[in-house]
């Protein structure tokens, strides 16, 4: 990390490095460790106030970590990777609780519920939900094309996103609950805190969503390239959008986002590869391809200003508030892993 680049709110705090690409990774309760998995299949948590090694266990998944999740308790957590197993951690131990085998495909998403009961995963064209003790509740059929992303509502259903739909399953039986359909490809999924909203980026360089309880279907275009990185603000009034060097910021206020103008942020000199908002703050945290990282501060119609910013070595990966708002924690494409205090 270039620390003479710090600027604003994000204040100096710890660096440590993985041994390859950091590719996923999340906060324990409070905070206390982080948690990343890398491209090697290396698996890592760190003091989350002093950034010591708390434990490491190279190799875990045989080709690479794909993706990882924390459990709501925030003493457990799931990763998944190339070699077609899904694993269940403490994280206090660092020790395998549950292995489970998958297939031969890989297990490219990895997602909690909110009340912890459910596991959901997803391999090539399927989706299949597993208890706490690792056992498997139910299993989708096959969807049109590979699932390319998943997402937990707030009323305790899956929602997979593939080429032309998304689709709800029923947590407890896997039964399809609602079906939107779009004719495009759909490369990443976000919903509403209230799970009436649902977006997602395309490969056509559009965002497209829909609301659920009337399955009216909207579109914004005009993105250089396709928006992988979305995420809303806790209340569902904002939704921020990568697909480009800006973030562009949609205000669903009223009768938004339809015939409004959306908020452009603008620092990044490459695409934005992942976006982050903080809770109960009317704060996101963007970073780029350039390595860049930026905080905003937002008014309630998307617009905003810079009020911090740093470069990392690499490639930003994923960004991660700790849960207080009081710390940001940033993946690179080098391994590192650097977390600043927020002033």
């Known amino acids: 990390m270039n620390v003479a680049s710090q600027k604003g709110v994000l204040r100096r705090g710890w660096s440590a490095a993985v041994g390859d690409y950091a590719i996923a990774g999340g906060w324990t309760l ?23 090694s708390a434990w490491a266990r190279q190799g875990a998944h045989d080709g690479g970590v794909l993706a990882m999740t924390i459990h709501p308790s925030g003493t457990a957590f ?23 085998d998958i297939g031969s495909s890989w297990v490219e998403n990895v997602a909690w519920s909110p009340d912890g009961q459910w596991l959901a995963v997803s391999c090539s064209r399927q989706v299949r939900a597993y208890g706490v003790d690792g056992a498997e509740v139910w299993r989708s059929d096959d969807h049109p094309s590979t699932v390319s992303a998943i997402a937990w509502s707030s009323e305790g259903e899956l929602a ?23 004719q495009g490809s759909l490369v990443s999924i976000v919903l509403s805190p209230d799970g009436d909203i649902v977006a997602c980026g395309s490969q056509d360089n559009s965002v497209h969503f829909w609301r659920r309880s009337t399955e009216q279907d909207y579109m914004m275009s005009g993105y250089s390239a396709k928006p992988s990185a979305l995420a809303f603000n806790e209340t569902g009034t904002l ?3 990568g697909g480009g060097e800006a973030v562009t910021v949609w205000s669903f206020q009223g009768s938004g986002p339809e015939g409004t103008r959306p ?36 008014e309630r119609d998307g617009k905003g200003r810079s009020i911090g910013s740093a470069v990392l070595a690499g490639i930003g990966a994923e960004l ?16 590192g892993v650097t977390v600043w205090r927020i002033g």
């Open 30 to 52: 409070r905070g206390d460790a982080l948690v990343v998995g890398d491209a090697a299949g290396g698996v890592y948590a760190f003091d989350g106030k002093s950034g010591a």
């Open 78 to 100: 799931a990763t998944a990777g190339q070699d077609g197993r899904v694993l269940i951690w403490g994280v206090a131990e660092g020790q395998v609780k549950q292995a489970i």
């Open 160 to 182: 997979t996103a593939c080429y032309g739909r998304v689709t709800f399953f029923d947590a407890p039986t896997g039964e399809l609950r609602q079906k939107l359909e779009w």
């Open 239 to 241: 939704l921020a959008t």
């Open 263 to 298: 908020g452009v942020l603008e620092f990044h000199v490459q695409p934005v590869t992942t976006l982050a908002f903080a809770r109960r703050e009317m704060r996101l945290a963007s970073a780029a391809r350039d390595g860049t990282v930026a905080v905003w501060s937002l």
């Open 320 to 335: 991660y508030w700790r849960p207080d708002g009081r710390a940001l924690a940033a993946l690179d494409a080098r391994g």
